[in-house]
């Protein structure tokens, strides 16, 4: 079974910064890709950005240049940076392998 363990959301201010950290247990398969993705209150789940295994990453429009996701297959772990944080960033963080395995999320709000 796997399961995959969200941290470091919480609140900051516009042009702050947080970093998310997934963690992933049970049956991994560190060939798979790994990513994030977001749902903000009333709207559909974004794609934020996903990473494979031999790290080609790839991003939302509206976070390129702010976000950088990593992993760490050797802890089955994937990051995600996130700076210059806008109001419209505010959403539930999720994590996903291959999008077939996801965590239960972290929220983050950025405000003043």
């Known amino acids: 079974q796997v399961q995959l363990v969200e941290s470091g959301g919480g609140l900051v201010q516009p042009g702050g910064s947080l970093r998310l950290s997934c963690a992933a247990s049970?049956?991994?398969?560190?060939?798979?890709?790994m990513g994030w993705d977001r749902q903000a209150p009333g709207k559909e789940r974004e794609l934020v950005a996903t990473i494979t295994s031999n790290g080609n990453t790839n991003y939302a429009d509206s976070v390129k240049g702010r976000f950088t996701i990593s992993r760490s297959s050797a802890r089955n772990t994937v990051y995600l940076e996130m700076n210059s944080l806008k109001p419209e960033d505010t959403a539930v963080y999720s994590c996903?392998?291959?999008?077939?395995?996801w965590g239960k999320g972290t929220l983050v709000t950025v405000s003043s």
């Open positions: 049970g049956t991994v398969f560190s060939i798979d890709a």
């Open positions: 996903n392998i291959a999008r077939s395995y």
